[in-house]
Structure formats: structure tokens, C-alpha cells
């Protein structure tokens, strides 16, 4: 494993063992060179996915887009990172129970709203702005009246 501070080719495992949900390895390494310590995770790849674009764009799945999309959506809400990343690797899971190497966007867009809809209201309404593409605040409105979100946001929860 190239290391990410100096670019060394190798590194040492200094320590392994299972994440939370057993879905992966997570490994401390060393690098020998300058003595830099990092983690890395190696999980189990059922296959390839490639994700369609709605423009037709064919792009590789990269589970690290996808948790950057929730980190955006659940910035200082009050989350436990191991709920999130037993929430990524389920999103993972299910694309690639699937059955299908090619994933339209959409679908995965659509699982990524449910499983925040379970985990935070408000990571949620965030995450929903941008996917709907909303564009005004009557959008917004008409958007938490049909998931009946508004009596959750309208008495402090």
C-alpha cells in the first residue's frame, strides 16, 4: 500500500481487525520510509458497478463519492460515524445485491434518501434539495407536506 504522505510503494501493518458491522478489514499501517500512520479498509467486492449517469455517462461506482454525499448531507447533525458507515455499507450492499454490474444513478440516489429518511430529518431535507434539484423555498414546502415532515420540523424535532 503506497503511503499518502510521502508516496513510499510500501507500507508495515501495524494492526487489523473487524469494523463494527464485519462488512471489513480495517488496518493500521506504517510507513517505513517517513514514519507516517494511516488506516486503510478492505472489504469484500461482489463486482464491478458502473453507475449510469442520466446523461447516458457510464462512471465506476466509488463507494468514497457516495460517503462524501452523506457527509455533506449530515454535517453537524448529531450522528455516530459508525451508524453512517453501517448505513454506507448497506447502500453498498444492496446495489450490488442488485444483480445487475450497471446501476442507474437514480437507484441509487433513491436508496441514499430512504436510508437518510430513517437516519436524520434533517440530513434528509438536505440530502432532497439537492438530488430534486429544488429551487425555490415553495419547493421546499411542497417537498416536507408529501413526506409529512413539516409537524416533525414544526414542533422542534
Known amino acids: 500500500m503506497r503511503c499518502p504522505f510521502c508516496g513510499h510503494s510500501e507500507s508495515q501493518v501495524k494492526d487489523s481487525r473487524p469494523s463494527e458491522d464485519n462488512s471489513a478489514i ?58 453512517v458507515e453501517r448505513m454506507i455499507s448497506s447502500i453498498v450492499r444492496q446495489l450490488e ?13 433513491g436508496l441514499l434518501m430512504q436510508h ?17 434539484d429544488f429551487r425555490e423555498a415553495g419547493e421546499f414546502a411542497t417537498f416536507l407536506g408529501e413526506e409529512g415532515l413539516n409537524e416533525n420540523l414544526d414542533d422542534g424535532r
Do not use: H, M, N
Not at 437518510?116 to 430534486?132: F, G, P, T
Open 26 to 83: 480495517r488496518r493500521r499501517r506504517s510507513c517505513p520510509e517517513c514514519g507516517g500512520r494511516f488506516t486503510t479498509f478492505e472489504r469484500v467486492q461482489l463486482r464491478e458497478l458502473t453507475i449510469v449517469k442520466r446523461s447516458g455517462r457510464r462512471v465506476p461506482f466509488d463507494r468514497e463519492k457516495l460517503a462524501r454525499s452523506v457527509a455533506v448531507a449530515i454535517r453537524k447533525r448529531p450522528i455516530e460515524p459508525e451508524r
Open 97 to 109: 445485491g442488485l444483480g445487475d454490474a450497471e446501476v442507474p444513478s437514480s437507484t441509487v440516489g
Open 116 to 132: 437518510l429518511k430513517a437516519l436524520d430529518d434533517v440530513a434528509y431535507v438536505r440530502y432532497a434539495s439537492v438530488y430534486r
